[in-house]
């Protein structure tokens, strides 16, 4: 049997820098959007995202912490390899939420903010089909 029958059966380099490189831009997109939605003012943020300024305080600050959720998951457990099954929850969650994100926007007539939506979604289900089945991340052996 030839070498390259087992070459195969691991994940090549490119793909697992594309995951890190995936999970590190969601990670960015997502903490960076949940601190915004945090931190500013409603009326601020309303500006910035007109939906903010129609949604009750409570909604809009929600959603900022499933943000920070999301961004936090998709690369923590995975980088300290702690529970590193939790990564692929995490881009799960932020794929179903770039789904609703991208209903809610279009419902509204924001179809210009919908690119980024489609990007994100796109981003999180490689990160899921990569971290889920092609190259898991090992949990820590304590």
């Keep these: 049997m030839s070498t390259t029958t087992f070459e195969t059966a691991t994940p090549g380099r490119a793909l697992r820098i594309g995951l890190w ?13 949940g601190l915004v939605k945090l931190t ?9 995202m007109p939906w ?8 809009v600050r929600s959603i900022a912490l499933v943000d920070l959720a999301g961004g936090i ?11 590193p099954r939790l990564t692929v929850l995490a881009a799960l ?5 770039q789904v609703i994100a991208l209903a809610f926007h279009l419902s509204r007539g924001e179809a210009e903010v919908t690119p980024l939506n489609i990007v994100l979604l796109a981003l999180s289900l490689f990160v899921l089909w990569g971290r889920n ?7 820590r052996r304590f």
């Design 93 to 97: 969650g932020c794929s179903v939420l």
């Design 40 to 48: 500013t003012p409603i009326p601020q943020l309303a500006a910035m």
């Design 21 to 33: 490189a995936a999970q590190i831009l969601i990670a960015f997109a997502f903490v960076g959007a």
């Design 73 to 83: 998951g998709i690369l923590l457990p995975a980088l300290t390899r702690i529970l």
């Design 52 to 59: 903010a300024g129609q949604y009750s305080e409570t909604f």
């Design 133 to 139: 089945s092609t190259a898991p991340i090992a949990p």
